[in-house]
């Protein structure tokens, strides 16, 4: 790929220390179960904002050109397999989420999977308040920024504001491409770096996409992950309304895959209109993917187990998430987006498109559900086609959490008069889905297994 940005940025570290001992965002999993090992650097530089310098419509043909410049300096987070051997060649580098106002490396939880099975991640402060942030969140009052958690360890960062977010981003990718003498990949060689970001960085990355990819050419392949019908601002700001709806340009030279819960389709940005991701769909072309995953929310219970250890850890005051774990979604969104990453991996290294899926079934602004209550169409899951409850990723309890709601001993005497036809049903439903590619053959064999232990109203 050729690399169009000129300006260069130093890294420092690993960085150690601090009052805490070990880093913000620092994962809850045990990564080095599977050798991985997790480091931290700083990166500083000179970063560009952007201006637009054309009407922005829905077509996503947004072309900016650089307008202001200003220094920085944040960090990142590294995650890497411990032998050189087993990397597999590729980079994912996640725009860290901030809508909590704090740094959440949501895609490496529903990824991680995958993720540890030879690539190397990299977590990137894109945005502002996960580092400059100093309380209000909704996650709780002590959830805030890097610099006031730990003023001894990240009192040298120095973010500009969201103008530069975009440029920052972009500069990080650069930099693991062509190291300088702090290589944060610690010798790892990549022959492809591909990004990704989920919800309000999902937005950013629909902006990235349409707006500056062209212009920096730093990646191989994008993931917009949980966005609802619109991108993001060049500046400040969580959405931009106007163009709505906006949709993936469609003469990039670099593959572009949406995931798109249930919640994204109406409800995410305020219910049925031009803002919903329905008003946003778009057909697939040779490259551009959207797989909408029936059955999952934008935010479930797998990654709410994975986020709230980590924020217990890292604060004192923090909502108690765990309440949640039995309530919310517990769809099959981790191995969908598993097989979206290791799908973009192979197209974006010249392999064939992954496959299409039709996209789950709406009419009158509403998902036609089917006689239990499970939405129609979409990505296909045995969790969807061989049920034990309901799985929406419409609000039930919590807002953008969608609910797991199980059926009753009598449904599941009706559906599986044995528990060897709930098995045999079940093992069928999941080869179709290895088939079509929605799910890796590897975690199609673990949900085979966890079903023949499965105990059916349990």
């Not at 940005?5 to 220390?17: E, F, H, Q, T």
């Not at 730990?150 to 504001?161: A, I, K």
């Not at 797991?404 to 449904?411: E, I, N, S, Y």
Request: hydrophobic residues 40%; contains cysteine; charged residues 15%.
């Amino acid at each position: 790929m050729t690399l169009h940005l000129n300006r260069s940025i130093s890294v420092a570290g690993p960085i150690v220390g601090g009052s805490h001992g070990f880093p913000g965002t620092s994962t809850s999993l045990d990564i080095s179960a599977a050798d991985y090992v997790e480091h931290e650097y700083f990166v500083s530089g000179n970063a560009a904002s952007y201006i637009a310098t054309n009407s922005w419509t829905s077509d996503g043909r947004w072309d900016v050109e650089e307008e202001s410049y200003a220094p920085y300096t944040t960090r990142i987070i590294v995650r890497t397999p411990t032998d050189p051997a087993t990397f597999n060649g590729t980079v994912l580098v996640e725009w860290l989420n901030v809508s909590g106002d704090t740094d959440i490396d949501v895609d490496f939880g529903h990824m991680n999977e995958e993720i540890t099975r030879g690539y190397a991640w990299v977590g990137v402060s894109a945005q502002a308040a996960g580092i400059t942030s100093t309380g209000g969140s909704a996650l709780g009052d002590g959830v805030v920024g890097l610099l006031t958690w730990d003023p001894e360890r990240y009192g040298n960062l120095d973010h500009p504001g969201d103008r530069y977010s975009y440029d920052i981003f972009s500069q990080v990718g650069a930099a693991l491409r062509s190291p300088g003498d702090v290589d944060p990949l610690g010798g790892l060689v990549p022959t492809q770096i591909l990004a990704a970001g989920q919800s309000q960085s999902g937005f950013r990355m629909l902006t990235y996409a349409n707006a500056v990819a062209p212009h920096a050419r730093v990646f191989d392949g994008l993931i917009v992950h949980a966005r609802g019908g619109i991108g993001a601002p060049l500046g400040e700001g969580m959405m931009l309304l106007d163009p709505a709806p906006a949709r993936v340009r469609t003469d990039l030279d670099v593959p572009v895959f949406q995931l798109i819960t249930e919640t994204e389709l109406f409800e995410l940005c305020g219910g049925p209109g031009p803002t919903s991701f329905v008003a946003a769909r778009q057909p697939d072309t040779d490259m551009i993917r959207t797989w909408e995953i029936a059955g999952t929310a934008h935010s479930d219970a797998y990654s709410l187990k994975i986020l709230h250890p980590q924020y217990v850890r890292q604060f004192v005051d923090i909502k108690n998430l765990a309440a949640l774990f039995d309530i919310v979604n517990d769809g099959p969104q981790r191995y969908v987006s598993c097989a979206a990453l290791r799908g973009l991996r192979e197209w974006a290294a010249g392999g064939a498109a992954p496959a299409s899926a039709p996209p789950i079934t709406t009419a009158d602004d509403a998902i036609v559900r089917d006689r239990h209550g499970n939405a129609l169409g979409g990505v296909r899951t045995p969790h969807l086609d061989v049920p034990l409850a309901v799985l929406t990723g419409e609000k039930v309890h919590v807002p953008t959490n969608g609910a797991t709601l199980p059926f009753d001993a009598a449904t599941l005497a009706a559906l599986y008069p044995t528990h060897e036809a709930y098995v045999t049903a079940f093992t069928e439903a999941t080869n179709r889905a290895v088939a079509g590619g929605f799910i890796l053959p590897e975690d199609g064999a673990v949900l085979i297994a966890e079903s023949a232990r499965q105990m059916l109203g349990e």
